[in-house]
């Protein structure tokens, strides 16, 4: 059994480990010239975004498991076998992603981002041009209310806040999104933690930020795309919301021209919320429990993706 590995976060030390886990022959594609050579040799693909260009090649391959949640691009991606099995990395995300989210309210609400400006610069201002705000008691919305969405409620519990999750099917937790327009005034919050899909795209428009109070504060961990760049610079520049915290734009990376970059009222990390040391302990485990039903059924049975969802 040849295993093609292209995610390049895992070290030589790990390809051996995975070896001596799975006892397949592991097939090093840490670089597009080494993917493209072994891809047509591989029966499994592990690997990220960066394997959807040698995909085509890859015309034995019956199952690749990718360590992150969003697939857009590896669906998009020509297969050279189109039966092949595509499992994602869904519930690796929840935790540190969440402890983000955490991290980008809080520093919303006590200025600690424009604190750090003004320590760069050595200036002593207790005043900032925000207001400090607590979480305790506020409500906040979660579009998108599946692993990562749940793991930020359990921690939004601990400062006693309303919670208001949304998905695409509702559950005894959750609204349905025929709901979403009516409950954003009462937002104070409203993190979104959706994938890419056709039915998310653009879809937090101009129209829908409007309905929101202007001291909300909009934090996006699941894709750019959901929100219309321009409607978003727009919604801060004339205070329809009181600030963004951006864990994903569109583009990406976000070009150096864009205004988002200077306003006081953003935040942006660069689309790595997910990095923390246990991602890679995470994936593995998930990826050896998929080994183990597929070397005994044939078939991966954890996370498998729909093409027709798109997750």
């Excluded at 090649?57 to 697939?71: I, L, N, S």
Aim: hydrophobic share 40%; charged share 20%; with cysteine.
């Amino acid at each position: 059994m040849n295993l093609l590995v292209t995610w390049q976060h895992l070290s030589d030390y790990d390809l051996e480990f995975i070896q001596a886990k799975t006892g397949a022959t592991v097939l090093k594609g840490f670089t597009q010239e080494e993917a493209r050579q072994h891809a047509p040799m591989a029966d499994v693909i592990f690997g990220g975004f960066d394997a959807a260009p040698i995909l085509q090649y890859a015309v034995k391959c019956r199952w690749m498991q990718t360590p992150f949640a969003g697939v857009e691009s590896i669906l998009a991606a020509k297969w050279g076998n189109p039966q092949m099995i595509l499992t994602n990395g869904r519930g690796s995300f929840g935790s540190n992603i969440s402890e983000h989210v955490l991290g980008m309210i809080l520093s919303f609400n006590r200025g600690l981002h424009l604190a750090r400006d003004q320590q760069n610069q050595r200036v002593w201002q207790p005043r900032l041009p925000i207001p400090f705000r607590e979480l305790t008691g506020a409500t906040v919305g979660i579009l998108g209310f599946g692993d990562i969405g749940r793991q930020v409620a359990r921690r939004l519990a601990g400062f006693d806040c309303k919670v208001v999750g949304f998905r695409q099917h509702p559950t005894d937790d959750a609204y349905g999104m025929d709901v979403f327009d009516d409950h954003l005034p009462t937002l104070d919050y409203l993190v979104c933690a959706l994938p890419e899909t056709p039915k998310t795209i653009g879809f937090l428009h101009k129209e829908r930020l409007k309905r929101l109070p202007k001291h909300a504060i909009v934090v996006n961990v699941g894709r750019g795309s959901l929100i219309p760049t321009d409607d978003l610079i727009q919604a801060l520049e004339e205070k329809w919301i009181a600030g963004a915290a951006l864990d994903v734009t569109s583009p990406e990376p976000l070009p150096t021209e864009s205004p988002l970059w200077s306003m006081p009222n953003v935040i942006v990390t660069p689309h790595n919320s997910g990095y923390t040391a246990l991602l890679k302990e995470r994936s593995l485990q998930l990826f050896f429990q998929n080994w183990q039903h597929f070397i005994e059924t044939g078939y991966p049975q954890i996370n498998r993706v729909s093409a027709s969802l798109g997750y």
